[in-house]
């Protein structure tokens, strides 16, 4: 069984700077993934960052690369998504995602992640 608890969302102006948390619960963490998937009003949930929690690269969406940064805090059981130059269009509400022996073109499947967490909102204003 995983808990994933997310914060740190909010409403910032375009251009700053947002640090999203993931609190992660798990039995085990032998061959687990983590991810970061967004939701805005109206549109699909869509993949923005995530990696396996040992091994693997780090991958992410194409409208992220370079303003996002995903980590992984192993000693406290944490995953966390760094949102630099934020726009009116990252506007969503944010989930972070878990799911078990992924292989590494299956990171950015949602269908893949059977744990999902409540979610928290992102609001960029221009």
């Known amino acids: 069984q995983v808990q994933l608890v997310e914060s740190g969302g909010g409403l910032v102006q375009a251009g700053g700077s947002l640090r999203l948390s993931c609190a992660v619960s798990a039995s085990t963490f032998n061959s687990i993934a983590m991810a970061w998937f967004r939701q805005a009003p109206g549109k699909e949930r869509e993949f923005v960052a995530g990696?396996?929690?040992?091994?693997?690269?780090?991958r992410y969406a194409d409208s992220g690369k370079g303003r996002f940064a995903f980590s992984k805090d192993r000693a406290k059981n944490t995953v966390n998504l760094q949102i630099d130059r934020l726009t009116p269009d990252d506007t969503a509400e944010y989930y972070c995602?878990?799911?078990?022996?992924?292989?590494?073109?299956?990171?950015?499947?949602?269908?893949?992640?059977?744990?999902w967490g409540q979610g928290t909102q992102v609001t960029v204003s221009s």
């Open positions: 990696s396996r929690w040992t091994g693997g690269a780090t």
């Open positions: 995602a878990a799911g078990y022996n992924l292989r590494q073109p299956e990171i950015d499947e949602a269908g893949r992640y059977n744990y």
